[in-house]
């Protein structure tokens, strides 16, 4: 079956410090794949997504590139904010079903 | 953006009863919903899909007649935790999937609803 795993947190970092999330699937055929984000309070909502290999799906300074060859679809900011402080969720979908990572909780301090 | 509305957003019911969970899409037509289960530090769990106007498809695992889902309207499905038990004890989150004829495949979740079984 499907799954997806991401790296387990919590991440800690400093404001304007350099953010990779790792996140890697596995999947029968050509999955869509997706992060969303949930901000403290919030529902979940959709960062950015890519629907083929080597497309590079970016969103609010966050970016991902399908890595077909290394079925991954890491999370990557230059510099994050304090407000960046979510839990991150890297997802794929294959026909109608969206498999989930256990989610990443990112914490950026001043 | 498309929203989808849960309510209640949490609840606290005694063990035996049972809850009922409503999600909305405000402004969009969604024949399909999603109910999503989330443990405290683990994944979104699928715990079933909703269709209107027939069955909801359920994953392996999940007990039909202890999560009831009627999807009344296409703008309306509803979740029955019945005879609730403390394990039961969870964040619910519904979703659906984007609407029109482009589907991204993006999901536009509701906030959730936190059930608190004593």
């Known amino acids: 079956g499907n799954s997806v795993t991401q790296m387990e947190g919590p991440v800690t970092l400093s404001e304007e410090a350099f953010l990779t999330i790792n996140c890697t699937y596995t999947a029968t055929g050509y999955p869509s794949l997706f992060w969303y984000v949930q901000y403290p309070g919030e529902g979940l909502q959709l960062l950015l997504k890519a629907t083929k290999a080597d497309d590079k799906g970016s969103n609010k300074g966050f970016e991902a590139t399908y890595r077909k060859e290394t079925t991954s679809f890491h999370l990557e900011k230059g510099s994050v904010q304090v407000s960046d402080s979510a839990v991150y969720f890297c997802?794929?979908?294959?026909?109608?079903?969206?498999?989930f990572g256990t989610g990443t909780k990112l914490q950026v301090i001043p | 953006g498309a929203v989808v509305s849960q309510h209640p957003s949490w609840v606290i019911c005694k063990s035996g009863t049972s809850v009922k969970i409503e999600c909305r899409s405000l402004d969009f037509q969604a024949t399909t919903m999603f109910w999503y289960r989330q443990f405290p530090k683990q994944s979104l769990m699928l715990m079933a899909t909703?269709?209107?106007?027939?069955?909801?498809?359920?994953e392996q695992g999940v007990e039909k007649d202890k999560f009831l889902i009627n999807h009344a309207s296409l703008t309306l499905s509803t979740l029955t935790v019945t005879s609730a038990h403390p394990e039961d004890s969870s964040f619910y989150i519904c979703?659906?999937?984007?609407?029109?004829?482009?589907?991204?495949?993006?999901?536009?979740f509701g906030e959730g609803s936190r059930l608190t079984v004593l």
């Open positions: 909703s269709n209107e106007g027939s069955k909801a498809t359920y």
């Open positions: 979703s659906a999937p984007s609407p029109g004829l482009a589907n991204t495949g993006e999901l536009f």
């Open positions: 997802a794929l979908k294959s026909g109608q079903k969206v498999t």
